[in-house]
């Protein structure tokens, strides 16, 4: 019961993510979201990735977002559209995803359940080895592409920030002259 109040917490605050309009509301649904999942994997006995979900993804890359969405001071624009033009091509492809897990769900339903037997287990250690000696690399390079991509959001909205701070003195000229 708990596990599928806080799922419907999590599918909930994901579904808000799509009808918010401040990015500052619409990161607090996304935290709320990968805390939920946090606690989905603490209930289903993952305690491991319960914990690096909520550290990493809540504590660190939640915290730069909001960072970010605080640093550049995104406020929408009066009298803008309220969806997305990507909207209904979003709603398709999300009901087209939710029609193939429907369908995946249904045939693994009749299919016999086959549990692993063996003696070895996936713990702590093994994760640390892992990631540390075959993964680090991978990590490092996602590390490097958020930071990319930040800078380059970044480079982005200077231009388009003057660009507009250009255009406003031009318009203003020609309401005073006309």
């Known amino acids: 019961m708990i596990l599928a109040l806080i799922g419907a917490l999590a599918l909930v605050s994901a579904a808000s993510m799509l009808v918010l309009r401040e990015p500052m509301r619409v990161a607090l649904a996304l935290i709320t979201t990968m805390t939920a999942l946090g606690a989905v994997y603490g209930l289903l006995g993952v305690h491991f990735i319960a914990a690096f979900q909520v550290l990493i993804y809540v504590g660190a890359v939640m915290v730069f977002m909001v960072y970010v969405i605080m640093l550049l001071q995104l406020r929408e624009p009066a009298g803008q ?9 979003g709603v398709v492809v999300g009901a087209a ?10 045939r693994s339903g009749n299919a016999p359940v086959t549990t ?8 702590l250690v093994q994760f640390s ?7 680090w690399l991978e990590f490092e390079l996602t590390t490097v592409l958020l930071v990319s991509a930040i800078v380059a959001a970044l480079a982005v909205i200077n231009v388009s920030r003057r660009t507009q701070a250009a255009a406003a003195p031009a318009a203003s000229g020609e309401a005073t002259r006309g």
């Open 81 to 89: 559209r309220r969806f997305s033009k990507w909207l209904i091509p």
């Open 116 to 123: 692993v037997t063996g003696t070895s287990t996936f713990g």
């Open 129 to 135: 080895s892992a990631f540390l000696s075959q993964y």
């Open 97 to 106: 995803l939710s029609g193939v897990l429907g369908v995946a769900v249904s």
